[in-house]
């Protein structure tokens, strides 16, 4: 089983007390979750052994994984996780499936701790029921304490529960976005957005988010004066209470420049950003990431406080920060250390690097939103901190690609593995049929992008480059994606780039392929050896298509046909039959599948010779049988050989 699946909820613990929860459960193995069972039952594959009472064992297991899966009682659970319960924001996920396996709750922490979506990811694996209670699930409503989670962003200050609430009663919510991707604003959320590039109506609103690295709210949770909100706004200063409901994310787009002396502490580093952050109402959730010179990339107080809130350090070599345009250059830094800038163009270079395209030197210097602060306490060093803004956020997270194969177009003929990928997914992209085909599959805030049929090439870059950002993605492809589908291709322009083979991390999930489900329908036709060609000259010429077309006949082959005509491509097919019937007979079975496990799906029977008379287009696949190949009853038949010989592998 695929450790992708479930990388989210890792570490991740399943316990189970009786033999038959134990195998029901042990499939998580593979997924890297820790199967937990009593001593009692002895050595049972895969798990590890407690002793003593599940209470106390769950106590002491409690802070170390992010999510927890039981099967048993949910009454049990309950019981059992009452005591360890502190606060929605903190709690593991707690999932409960029962013995039977038709079932798997939503026990804890559905939102946040991501209950809901393990539920749902679990309930695939097991193809059981998901029973998830909360009020935005049953409206098929956005959790808003989950819709920056996918972008790396920071919650911040606000009044989560009563913005929840208004949602959930689906009363007019604004939103607010001064920063982070755009990407959510697509994907089914019944807000009303304001931007600096869009205004919304007047409209009574009983909410408000606001997405922005500023600190919206003052220490008493009431909002800025700052009506408009123009590109790179200064954040304003705080205002008085009110009692609509408001929360804030913060996308982490800062990146803070640093300069410092040697031996500089931790702590007084960490003090000076707080203190400038704080000056501008900038806020600490927003932080992307640290950049200095590459002299201090051993400064250990740097490093400490990078580790301490995993924070990635730039380090950059004296040559490339002088090359950057800064408002306040020093001469005595230049003398020092090669450069009339550290904090601020480190800071500068850092957003520079982060770009998805490099902008204009004038678009960059508008991205320095706090100038170079020096601050200094005694016996501690001193500290000179710069801060810039990205146009894009900081994820923190390491992307996962998943390509998946669909089948031929029916949920009922995707694998678990498959379905599973699909549906815990940050963003779905591909051909826009086969993604309206998964849409149960689909949820409100996924990330989901539709390409015309042609554009192969645009879908693969698109996946990668937010595979590359940290997200995870599926890209689908009907039947199976390593079969004309979109795994190689994303492989070969991964391969182009330089792919280390790692990040971002890679699976292909294989699903049924046309001629596979074309076969299925009609019999057994595919007993005996067999291949596949295409008949499409869009990447193969057709000397090539016609070279292999009579290798097959003439070896005897069963042959499935893909792709066998286009509104544009019509001889193609003529061609083919012409070529197998020097070699099989007029009467030789074929089958034409259009749409296999597709509500308009037609079958055909027919014969080499008559071949032409039948609809084919590029929703079909042609199945032409061999020289023993046969029909009876209404089904094509190919021999496997078992009554002519006793070899029956």
């Known amino acids: 089983m695929s450790q992708v699946l479930f990388l989210d909820f890792q570490p991740l613990a399943a316990i189970a007390t009786t033999p038959a929860a134990a195998k029901r459960l042990q499939f998580l193995g593979g997924s890297g979750a820790t199967l937990w069972v009593p001593e009692t039952l002895g050595n049972f594959a895969g798990a590890q052994p407690y002793s003593g009472s599940l209470r106390d064992h769950l106590t002491a297991l409690w802070p170390e994984y992010k999510g927890f899966i039981f099967c048993l009682a949910a009454g049990a659970v309950v019981r059992l996780v009452a005591p360890l319960l502190t606060h929605k924001s903190q709690d593991p996920a707690v999932v409960v499936v029962d013995e039977a396996g038709r079932f798997v709750i939503s026990l804890c922490s559905g939102h946040q701790g991501g209950a809901d979506r393990l539920t749902q990811l679990l309930a695939h694996q097991l193809e059981a029921t998901p029973v998830i209670t909360g009020a ?213 270079q850092a957003v520079l690097e982060f770009r998805f395209e490099v902008g204009e030197e004038s678009k960059l210097q508008n991205s320095l939103r706090v100038p170079k602060q020096v601050i200094q306490a005694a016996g501690q060093g001193a500290v000179t901190v710069a801060v810039a803004e990205a146009e894009q956020e900081w994820t923190g997270r390491t992307g996962q690609f998943g390509s998946v194969g669909s089948g031929p177009g029916h949920l009922d003929q995707m694998t678990p593995a498959a379905k599973t990928a699909v549906c815990q997914a940050d963003a779905v992209i591909g051909y826009g049929l086969y993604v309206d085909l998964l849409q149960p599959l689909l949820r409100v805030g996924q990330v989901v992008e539709r390409f015309p049929i042609t554009q192969e090439r645009q879908r693969a870059e698109r996946a990668i480059a937010l595979a590359q950002w940290g997200l995870t993605v599926a890209v689908v492809s009907s039947g199976d994606c390593g079969i004309y589908g979109m795994a190689g291709l994303v492989l070969e322009q991964l391969q182009a780039q330089g792919w280390d083979g790692k990040t971002p991390g890679i699976e292909i999930f294989p699903g049924i392929t046309a001629l596979q489900a074309t076969a299925s329908r009609v019999g057994t036709p595919l007993m005996h050896d067999f291949c596949d060609i295409s008949l499409s000259t869009l990447l193969n010429p057709w000397p090539v298509i016609e070279k292999r077309l009579e290798a097959a006949a003439e070896a005897d082959f069963v042959a499935a046909l893909y792709n066998p005509r286009s509104l544009t491509r019509l001889e193609q097919l003529v061609k083919a039959q012409e070529i197998f019937l020097r070699s099989r007979p007029p009467g030789t079975p074929v089958a034409i599948v259009r749409s296999a496990y597709r509500p308009d799906e037609q079958a055909t029977l027919t014969t080499l010779e008559q071949l032409q008379d039948a609809t084919v287009d590029m929703l079909t696949t042609v199945l032409i049988g061999n020289s023993s190949t046969r029909t009876y009853a209404g089904w094509m038949i190919t021999p496997r050989g078992y009554f002519q010989s006793d070899d029956t592998e």
């Open 136 to 348: 935005t699930n049953a409206a098929e409503l956005p959790a808003i304490d989950t819709l920056g989670l996918p972008f790396g962003w920071q919650r911040g200050e606000g009044n989560w529960n009563g913005v929840s609430g208004i949602i959930a009663r689906q009363q007019p919510v604004q939103v607010i976005q001064e920063a982070g991707s755009t990407l959510w604003q697509h994907q089914g959320y019944p807000f009303h957005i304001q931007t600096a590039q869009r205004e919304v109506e007047p409209i009574s609103f009983q909410a408000k988010i606001w997405i922005s690295p500023c600190e919206r709210f003052s220490g008493s949770g009431s909002p800025e004066a700052t009506q408009g909100i123009p590109a790179r706004s200064s954040c304003g200063s705080s205002a008085s209470s009110t009692d609509m409901p408001m929360v804030q994310w913060h996308p982490r787009v800062l990146w803070i420049g640093i300069g410092c002396e040697r031996g500089t502490s931790q702590q007084l580093i960490e003090s000076g950003i707080r203190q400038v952050l704080q000056s501008h109402q900038l806020a600490w959730g927003a932080i992307a990431g640290v950049a200095t010179i590459d002299l201090k990339a051993d400064e250990r107080g740097l490093i400490e406080l990078c580790r301490a809130y995993n924070w990635p350090l730039r380090c950059f070599p004296a040559t490339v920060l002088q090359s950057v345009t800064v408002p306040n250059p020093s001469a005595i830094v230049a003398a020092a250390v090669g450069t009339p800038s550290v904090a601020e163009a480190a800071a500068l």
